[in-house]
Each structure stands twice: as C-alpha cells, then as structure tokens.
C-alpha cells in the first residue's frame, strides 16, 4: 500500500507539471494544429500514467480523470474551445482543477434542450415529470457504506450480487465526483453543477444518458464528437433531412467513443485484453436511443406517450439487465470487483476510525 501511494503521488505531480506546461508554454502557441501538436506529449503521459498504480480504485479513478475526462478537454483547447479556454485566460490554480477533475463551472443560462424539455415535460399533459427525491451526500456515503459491508459475493447467486453492482457503481461514481465539486467549490469559491440528477428517475434512455446520469462525461462528449460529428452529418444531409437526421450519427458516434473509452479504463484496471463486450453495451445503447428518439416522436406527434411510473421502470431496467449482461461481466470475470470492495472496506474503515478518534478528543 506504502509502495502504491508514492506510485499515486508521482503519479499527480506528473499531471500538475504537465497543466503548468500547457498553462505556461503551450497556451502562448497560436491555437489550432500547431497547439495540438505542443500537447501530443502530454496525451503520450496521460494515456500510460495509469500503468504506474496497480489497484483498482486508484487506477480506475487516475484513468477516468486523467486519460479521458483531461485529455478531451486538451483536445478542445487546442482549438480555443471547452473549459479550459477563456478571455480573459483562467487562473492557474482553476485550470489546474477544471482539466484534473470531472467538475463544470455553473453558468447562468443552462443547456439549451435541457431546459426546453424540462419545460415540455412540465407543461405537457403527456409527458408527465417523475417526483423528486434528492439524496444528500452524506445520505448516499451511508447506503454506499451499507452495501459495501452487506454484500456477500461468495454465497450469494452471482446474479443478485450484480444486481447490488449497479447500486454500487451508482454511489461510488456520484460520491467521488460529489466530492471533487466539494472541494474544488470550497477551494476556489467557485459554484458548479450537480455532477447527476437523480439518474434512478429517468423515464427514457435520452433522460438517462442526456440529462441524469454522469453529466460532466455527457457535456465532454457533447463537444469532442456529438457537435463536430452532427455538422459533418448537416453538410451530407440535403435541408429538409438535416433536423431529422443529422443527429443519429453523432448519438452513435457518441456511444461508441464512450465504450472505447471505458474499454480503455477496464484494461488499466484488469490488465486483460479488451473482449469488447463494454463497447457493445454501449454501442447497444445508442442503437436504442436513436430507436427510442425515432418511437418519441412519431408517438408524440399523436398525441401519445409511457407515463412515468411505466417509462421509468422500464428503462432502469433496461440499463440494469444490459448492464449485468455486458458492462459488468469483463470486471466480475477478472476479479477486479472484489479487489476493488475490498479497497473500498479499507478506505471506510479508515474514515470510521478517523471519525472516533475525532469523537474521543472533543
């Protein structure tokens, strides 16, 4: 463990030294090609910086942060765009914060079709809105706690145990990138936007994917290919085709990016060759999600539409089952499921006696 935190230290120190790189040296260069080039060996080191650590949860973690939530939002600036570009120029410390970590800066007006839908689903007598049920921070490290010391995945049927997976990855991910907005929010004085919303309410595969679930990878991906690859589609697509059409290649292009991604991340934690079934969970999805777009809108336009209480359960389950059948297996099948609860025993443990210790002195 020692030997792992010093990997994880060097590990960091690399990445700080390479933002104070690019805030210093490759930023001055004209941005466009010639910028993206001076950041090629900065994607060279975040892409092998994961092969330095070796367990699960800090490997997972470095690989989601660092090899793609910071190298896409390099991409982007290398072309004047995404986060880390602005004019005036950003603060070192806040560049340093916004390309490590998986946060977004709170603007005043929000996502366009976020908003019109939210505004649609509201006013319409169809699409009735899911009722609200916010869980705290502390509430979810509970749960999150709970089922960490209630899973018993030697003499439970395999099939629950994943079951209780999707819980778990669920709270795991909302609960480390909830704790990166607390902190960089009370480092910086900076407000920044819900990393989810309520992602359990979604009543359709858009909802979920769109508009709940994992919102800093969805407005990454929105930028790096849903918008170049929707105007590639409206230059082929003849005018009438083009608000049709010219979305579905780019949701798809967008999914499958997503499951190589993931793929990448699942082979730094496992050191197994990639079977591929995690980008076909995703490309699974986007096949699904331009179905169910194609379903919505001819049903809406007669007038018709699932209510809530049958769409929601419906496409939680979708994500479930799918989910069981090819996005958990690759990690199950290498072990790297145990290894990483085992991780997270550790890491409970160690906040629990913090907590007493802490409780003794008062």
């Not at 790189?21 to 930023?27: C, G, N």
């Not at 995945?153 to 990138?177: A, E, M, N, Q, T």
Request: charge should be positive; proline fraction near 7%; charged fraction near 15%.
């Amino acid at each position: 463990m020692e030997g792992e935190l010093k990997n994880l230290i060097k590990v960091w120190l690399i990445v700080l030294a390479s933002l104070c790189y690019t805030y210093f040296i490759a930023s001055k260069i004209p941005k466009g090609k010639l910028r993206l080039l001076s950041l090629i060996p900065i994607f060279f080191l975040f892409t092998i910086l994961p092969l330095s650590l070796t367990t699960v949860l800090p490997t997972g973690i470095t690989a989601f942060f660092i090899t793609w939530l910071a190298n896409f939002k390099l991409i982007l600036f290398s072309f004047g765009l995404g986060p880390l570009s602005s004019d005036p120029p950003k603060s070192l410390p806040l560049i340093i914060s916004i390309a490590c970590f998986p946060i977004k800066i709170k603007q005043n007006d929000n996502y366009p079709s976020h908003q019109n839908t939210q505004k649609h689903i509201k006013s319409s007598p169809i699409l009735k809105a899911p009722p609200k049920l916010p869980l705290n921070f502390p509430t979810k490290f509970l749960l999150f706690a709970l089922l960490v010391a209630a899973i018993d995945y030697k003499h439970v049927h395999p099939k629950i145990v994943l079951g209780s997976y999707c819980c778990l990855l669920y709270f795991l991910v909302d609960i480390v990138l909830g704790l990166c907005n607390a902190i960089v929010s009370a480092t910086l004085g900076i407000e920044l936007e819900l990393p989810s919303d309520e992602p359990y309410f979604s009543t359709s595969l858009q909802d979920f994917w769109g508009r709940r679930w994992n919102l800093i990878v969805t407005n990454i991906l929105r930028h790096t290919i849903y918008k170049p690859i929707r105007s590639i589609s409206e230059t082929v697509l003849v005018k009438q085709q083009k608000q049709k059409w010219a979305p579905l290649p780019a949701v798809l292009a967008a999914f499958i990016v997503s499951g190589l991604m993931h793929e990448l991340i699942f082979f730094y934690v496992t050191r197994v060759n990639p079977t591929w079934e995690v980008t076909c969970f995703f490309v699974l999805h986007g096949v699904c999600l331009v179905v169910e777009l194609w379903v919505k809108n001819v049903l809406l336009a007669r007038g018709c539409w699932l209510h809530w209480a049958v769409a929601g359960p419906l496409t939680i389950g979708f994500v479930v089952v799918t989910a069981n059948w090819l996005f958990l297996p690759p990690l199950v099948r290498n072990g790297a499921d145990i290894k990483a609860i085992e991780e997270c025993k550790v890491v409970i443990k160690l906040l629990k006696d913090k907590m007493l210790w802490t409780l003794k002195s008062l």
